[in-house]
């Protein structure tokens, strides 16, 4: 099966050592959100929605959780305040620029190191559709 057969594209990028600040910025990470979405090409279906988690009830987990719904799947992000440790999930449905979205993150976030992955998702998928679409005629 070739590559462009598979259903999406997720890009996992895990970033170390963030500008001082950051983690807590829901302004930032909103924007973050928002302008990602149009650098890369790809559609909202709605604004993104960001939280606080409680840093009191839950110290080691204290920074934001926030997400932004794709027309082509979503984009995630997750901060923990304590280590300046950011996690940005971005899966997309069609082919994107990996290097342009750890660039813009590098911009946003300034961290001192970034570990990406980089996962092909629903590789029988386009198999399976065409097994079910022969099964129907």
Same mark, same amino acid.
């Given at each position: ?23 807590? $910025?829901?302004?930032? /990470?909103?924007? +973050? ?12 279906? !709605? @604004? ?40 940005? $999930?971005?899966?997309? /449905?069609?082919? +994107? ?12 976030? !300034? @961290? ?26």
């Amino acid at each position: 099966m070739s590559k462009s057969a598979v259903f999406g594209y997720e890009l996992l990028l895990d970033l170390y050592d963030c500008k001082p600040g950051v983690c807590d $910025d829901l302004t930032v /990470c909103y924007n +973050f959100l928002d302008e990602i979405v149009g650098f890369l090409g790809m559609e909202k279906q !709605a @604004p993104p929605s960001i939280f606080k988690s409680d840093g009191v009830r839950f110290p080691d987990k204290a920074g934001l959780s926030g997400w932004v719904p794709l027309i082509e799947s979503s984009i995630v992000i997750h901060t923990l305040s304590p280590k300046d440790f950011i996690t940005v $999930d971005i899966y997309c /449905c069609r082919t +994107f620029d990996r290097k342009k979205a750890e660039e813009f993150c590098r911009r946003f976030f !300034a @961290p001192k190191k970034v570990e990406a992955q980089f996962v092909e998702r629903g590789m029988s998928y386009h198999e399976a559709a065409s097994s079910k679409e022969l099964a129907h005629k």
